[in-house]
């Protein structure tokens, strides 16, 4: 079975400053791993994602995520916050062999300030 | 592009009553999902279809129904609405052939109160 752990429910980070949002998983398969971004009111949406490709992966407003195998992570980073960045961030894994169901963590809530 | 619709956007039951929750793609997906969404809690997957006329438990099936009798439409049924199914339903869909798998698209959501 498949699992990722968010630590941190809430993140505060000051305008500019480094984005790191932590995702640590637990798969017994080669996983497949994401990001996805939610806003106030909204659906998900597929911030990036890792298949099996490159580790260092880049997704859309500057994001970007590194697969560490050795330290079963795949910590979320952006070099500069901006206030649009305010929203509640989920990782989620899937097998990618077989069978696939999509599991999510709990979110973490990034608040920017200026 | 539409990509995954759900209707209604927000809805309040009383307790007893029943309901269904509609999603449709037009991405020509075969894997459909609906998954609910409590504070603190993260989504947590309700059913799940892999094609037309196959669909299967996730974590949280107890009070629901689900059917898939075309690839676009996975509607869930809330049979006797109960006040612990208040949360916010999102439905997904996403492509898988073999180790193929675009990641989901999500639907807008539909926020529930059951009073």
């Known amino acids: 079975a498949q699992s990722v752990t968010q630590l941190g429910s809430h993140v505060s980070v000051s305008e500019g400053a480094l984005v790191l949002l932590r995702c640590n998983y637990s798969s017994s398969v080669p996983p497949y791993l994401f990001w996805y971004v939610q806003y106030p009111n909204q659906g998900l949406q597929l911030l990036l994602k890792?298949?099996?490709?490159?580790?260092l992966v880049k997704g859309i407003n500057g994001f970007e995520a590194e697969f560490k195998k050795s330290e079963t992570s795949f910590h979320l980073t952006k070099p500069s916050a901006h206030m649009s960045d305010a929203a509640e961030y989920f990782c989620a894994v899937t097998r990618n062999t077989g069978f696939q169901k999509l599991v999510f963590g709990t979110g973490t809530r990034l608040l920017v300030s200026p | 592009n539409a990509g995954v619709t759900q209707t209604p956007k927000f809805r309040i039951l009383k307790i007893g009553q029943s309901m269904t929750l509609q999603c449709t793609q037009d991405m020509n997906h075969n894997y459909m999902y609906w998954y609910r969404q409590d504070p603190g809690m993260g989504l947590k997957l309700i059913y799940y279809s892999v094609g037309a006329g196959i669909t299967d438990k996730g974590e949280v099936p107890n009070g629901y129904n689900v059917s898939r009798s075309t690839t676009e439409d996975f509607p869930l049924r809330l049979e006797l609405a109960a006040p612990s199914q208040t949360s916010v339903y999102f439905c997904?869909?996403?492509?898988?052939?073999?180790?193929?798998?675009?990641?989901?698209?999500f639907g807008q959501g539909t926020r529930l109160t059951v009073v």
């Open positions: 997904a869909s996403s492509y898988v052939v073999g180790a193929f798998n675009t990641e989901a698209f």
């Open positions: 890792y298949t099996s490709a490159a580790t």
